[in-house]
């Protein structure tokens, strides 16, 4: 693939704005619509923002490190971006469909690329039921929240939390508790990426309990369901000597 009509974006932060104008003054600039690629200056936040922004767009986007956590982005650098593109992996990333119905009665949907977190809204411990495909696999966890993870998004909440890190090509989805309470020694379970998640909420008036999808939170839900949308691919673009693959091994020997 040739990559010869670039769209720089970035984040308003100062290091990300200097990237900016260096770029564009040595390379030009494309509008997003009309760029073979999409270079997003910034941290994870904003390469998880562009991801969702120019979802439609179909063009790959490669991140490159001007915020503060970069474990999606590449090293900046000003020089041979022409053929770094060129030499780049693509991966594509599948997205969590959240299907969110609140308490009073409306139903909300947004896409999480890293993961769908249930959490706890005041002091009280949240209550949930999971059920898998249809089946109820926990009729009761008391904890601070539950989320289900995409192998893309294993390494950042999900591991925060104890989950596992999962390879890109696992094919299967983590689910995670968050500082559970009961059951004390459940510590979450690995599933295909087929599956069915869906989370009913136990005394929501008494223990509410809100539902994020990356970017989207919604508060007082009662019942969330989550699965994979293969019908949805988003293309980034990583250096090979250091690409998203490598990464997800590299931080299981992290200190």
């Known amino acids: 693939m040739t990559y010869s009509r670039v769209a720089f974006v970035a984040t308003d932060s100062d290091p990300a704005q200097e990237g900016l104008a260096a770029l564009t003054a040595r390379y030009g600039q494309t509008a997003p619509e009309d760029a073979d690629v999409i270079v997003a200056l910034g941290g994870d936040g904003f390469m998880l923002e562009a991801l969702h922004t120019y979802m439609s767009l179909k063009a790959p986007i490669f991140g490159m490190h001007r915020g503060a956590v970069g474990f999606l982005m590449n090293r900046f650098d000003e020089g041979d971006l022409m053929n770094r593109l060129q030499l780049a992996k693509e991966v594509t990333l599948h997205p969590l469909r959240m299907t969110a119905l609140t308490a009073s009665g409306e139903t909300i949907e947004a896409l999480a690329i890293n993961e769908v977190s249930m959490l706890r809204e005041t002091r009280q411990a949240a209550k949930v039921a999971i059920f898998i495909d ?122």
């Open 134 to 255: 249809g089946r109820e696999r926990m009729s009761e966890l008391v904890c601070d929240g539950v989320l289900v993870s995409t192998p893309a998004g294993s390494s950042a909440y999900n591991l925060s939390v104890y989950g596992p890190v999962l390879p890109l090509n696992s094919n299967v989805l983590a689910l995670t508790p968050i500082s559970a309470f009961r059951p004390r020694r459940w510590r979450g379970a690995l599933l295909p990426h087929t599956a069915i998640v869906k989370f009913q909420v136990l005394e929501p008036d008494k223990r509410p309990v809100s539902a994020v999808a990356d970017r989207t939170e919604v508060r007082s839900v009662v019942e969330v369901t989550v699965r994979e949308d293969r019908a949805i691919g988003m293309r980034a673009l990583f250096d090979p000597e250091h690409n998203l693959e490598e990464r997800m091994v590299a931080e299981q020997f992290s200190p």
